[in-house]
């Protein structure tokens, strides 16, 4: 039974960092690429970023790029999302993806964790 399983979301003021977690079981975390998406309140879920199966390869949505860094260690069957210099439009569920098809193609994601959430305040 795969099952990814966020952590880290929480309350934080505008500036301010937090690190998401995501933890994979039932799967083998090495065959498949990593993804963050997320959804604002209101809106629809959009791609966040997403990591190739062994981390040599990472793409960035235009909003986050050089803000949030995304990482992985397929010793512990993790990955990471880093997020820095935190905006209240960050605001949003995020939500822990897996793809056996590739890292930069949003709609090909599989597997899909039930989302932490992140607000950020002003």
């Known amino acids: 039974q795969v099952q990814l399983v966020e952590s880290g979301g929480g309350l934080v003021q505008a500036g301010g960092s937090l690190r998401l977690s995501c933890a994979a079981s039932g799967l083998t975390f090495s065959s498949y690429s990593m993804g963050w998406f997320r959804q604002p309140p209101g809106k629809e879920r959009e791609f966040v970023v997403g990591?190739?199966?062994?981390?040599?390869?990472?793409y960035y949505a235009d909003s986050v790029k050089g803000r949030f860094t995304i990482s992985r260690d397929n010793s512990k069957n993790t990955a990471y999302l880093q997020m820095n210099s935190l905006k209240p439009e960050d605001t949003a569920v995020y939500y822990c993806?897996?793809?056996?098809?590739?890292?930069?193609?949003?709609?090909?994601?599989?597997?899909w964790g039930h989302g932490t959430q992140v607000t950020v305040s002003s």
């Open positions: 993806a897996g793809s056996s098809r590739g890292y930069d193609v949003p709609h090909r994601y599989d597997y």
């Open positions: 990591i190739s199966r062994f981390g040599g390869s990472r």
